[in-house]
């Protein structure tokens, strides 16, 4: 199978692609890309998240069919407009959203997709928003303040992009 998408921005055409291999095999196994973790290979932990066209996906249950001719976004694509880290995952360091890290990524594109659906969630919706992820450390309060403080700051500069 040859296979062709995008990823993290840059186009990429693999050949000689097995049917069979999910996308979070390809990544981390092939590409070298190992922020979406394995974790459950079921679908229910969240730590393989991606965004798939802007969605959310779970990478350990995605044929890679269902990413041909499509845009794929994992945390190594999630960047700030220097190249640095985004807003996103400086809110979550900041406010000690990151402990152990094996949920970090996952858990920051599930805020990401998040974000880019509703912009301005409540503290509701943000814990609606990641109830696909798994947490064992944080107790998901620092998550949520991360994924708040990160939109307010989001909001503040379409304002200021706006005026």
């Known amino acids: 199978m040859e296979l062709n998408f995008i990823l993290n921005g840059k186009p990429l055409t693999l050949t000689e692609v097995d049917e069979e291999t999910t996308l979070l095999q390809l990544l981390r196994d092939r590409l070298g890309l190992t922020g979406a973790k394995r974790g459950c290979d079921t679908g229910v932990c969240g730590a393989c998240s991606v965004l798939v066209d802007g969605r959310l996906a779970k990478s350990c249950r995605t044929p890679l069919a269902q990413v041909d001719g499509h845009e794929v976004t994992t945390i190594e694509g999630l960047r700030g407009p220097d190249g640095d880290l ?12 990151v402990q152990c890290g094996f949920c970090t990524p996952g858990m920051v594109i599930a805020a990401e997709a998040l974000l880019r659906r509703n912009p301005h969630p409540t503290r509701a919706e943000i814990r609606r928003g990641i109830a696909g992820n798994i947490c064992r450390c944080t107790g ?14 989001r909001l503040a500069q379409e304002g200021e992009e706006d005026g």
């Not at 998901?140 to 700051?153: G, M, S, W």
């Open 140 to 153: 998901y309060q620092q998550i949520v303040d991360a994924i708040e403080a990160a939109a307010a700051q």
């Open 86 to 97: 985004s807003a996103l995952q400086t809110a979550f360091l900041e406010y000690g959203a």
